[in-house]
């Protein structure tokens, strides 16, 4: 029998309708919009000799130059770590290709090829020769194109940067030798270079990326009082170089294979790399050739260096045999989620020693990626960077003649 009233059914909408694609296209940027926007509350720790009135009055001075705080709050896309570093690999390459740089080569006694890259931007050509100088010492394989991520904001800041190269990086080998932590003696060679190219830079600062953070922490702790540098960061610094890469086998096993593998890639098989060291020492070629994570890759590669062994390396070449050492403002950035450089190894016990460390430890970050703006386009480890040196600039002008507390840092 019929219904004594009518169903009336809902209002439809075809899938190909006009209002059907708008309201999903609304959706979908909403959606996008409040992923990007989206910010992760983040958490940071300062570690300082809170006697120290220098440190404290530079960090007070960074802190101010920072908006009031130092904590690093990416964009919520770029909140998991994995995302962080995943994208700043993709960035850094892209970026890469548009490096510019004009290449200063600096002689060793023993005939190897080290040098200089110099910022050749329209910025730092405008620069004068009393412009104050960034030296950057790059990751395990990098070199001046593959910092190009951090160098080329540096001259917004009124610096002029530059990139130092070590030996199997950014060139093949001339001699059958290279140090993954840098050569010391390599080193002075280029701080000197820098000094006489421009003797009346206002101030010169130094930042170590990755494994650059560890060859920052044995020059400035060789060196002490008689650097040239003024003040120094090391970003994402392992610490203890023993067994440093020991837990990253164990947490992140994909990480450990592709950053050995870029190793060897560099300095094993580079174009004329192979029969070079080969022939010099066949059995350290061999097993550094069979190495299948970071650890094993140092361990093995140590002979190259000059090493009897990796006891020996690590007696000679362990940045953390020099930390005390150091006499300028220096200070360290980790952070809790990266894979590379992991939290476990960090020296709480040494920064809160040493009157000119400041360790930053943020919550998020990865290794070395830390990237900032809405879509990821700037690096927050550069400003950070920056604003520390230039607070440490500051002091040492005599602008920051008062000691300042930098209490609203602490945990």
Not at 265 to 271: A, G, I, P, V, W
Request: charged fraction near 20%; charge should be neutral; proline fraction near 7%.
């Amino acid at each position: 029998a019929p219904l004594p009233f009518r169903i009336l059914a809902p209002p439809t909408m075809a899938p190909s309708s006009p209002a059907l694609r708008v309201a999903l296209l609304i959706g979908a940027l909403l959606a996008l919009w409040r992923m990007f926007r989206t910010r992760k509350e983040a958490k940071h720790s300062i570690t300082y000799v809170k006697s120290e009135a220098k440190v404290a009055a530079i960090l007070a001075e960074t802190q101010r130059r920072m908006g009031g705080s130092l904590a690093y709050t990416p964009p919520g896309w770029l909140a998991p770590g994995i995302v962080n570093i995943g994208f700043f690999c993709v960035k850094s390459v892209l970026l890469s290709l548009f490096a510019k740089y004009e290449k200063q080569p600096v002689p060793t006694p023993d005939g190897a090829e080290i040098s200089i890259e110099w910022a050749d931007d329209e910025v730092t050509r405008s620069l004068s020769p009393e412009a104050p100088i960034l030296i950057v010492l790059h990751t395990v394989t990098g070199s001046g194109p593959e910092s190009w991520h951090f160098v080329r904001e540096v001259p917004q800041y009124g610096w002029r940067a530059c990139v130092f190269n070590r030996r199997g990086c950014g060139s093949s080998l001339k001699t059958p030798n290279f140090n993954l932590m840098g050569n010391p003696d390599d080193t002075r060679l280029m701080v000197d270079a820098v000094a006489q190219r421009y003797p009346n830079a206002g101030f010169i600062g130094m930042a170590g990326i990755s494994a650059g953070s560890g060859q920052i922490i044995t020059y400035l702790g060789q060196e002490g009082k008689k650097t040239p540098v003024g003040a120094g960061v090391s970003l994402c610094p392992a610490y203890k170089l023993k067994d440093a890469f020991t837990l990253l086998t164990k947490q992140d096993p994909i990480v450990d294979k592709i950053v050995c593998k870029s190793m060897q890639k560099n300095f094993l098989y580079k174009e004329g790399n192979r029969a070079l060291l080969e022939k010099a020492d066949p059995v350290t070629f061999r097993e550094v050739a069979e190495a299948t994570t970071m650890q094993g890759f140092f361990e093995a590669a140590a002979p190259f260096a000059g090493a009897s062994s990796w006891e020996d390396y690590v007696g000679e070449h362990d940045p953390m045999n020099y930390e005390a050492g150091i006499a300028v403002p220096t200070l360290l950035l980790n952070a809790e989620d990266d894979p590379v450089c992991v939290k476990e190894n960090i020296a709480w016990e040494k920064c809160g020693d040493n009157p000119v460390y400041a360790l930053l430890v943020t919550e998020g970050g990865s290794h070395i990626a830390y990237g900032d703006g809405l879509f990821g386009q700037r690096q927050w480890m550069t400003k950070i960077t920056m604003e520390f040196l230039e607070s440490a600039r500051a002091q040492a002008e005599g602008k920051l003649d008062a000691r300042e507390e930098a209490t609203p840092l602490l945990p």
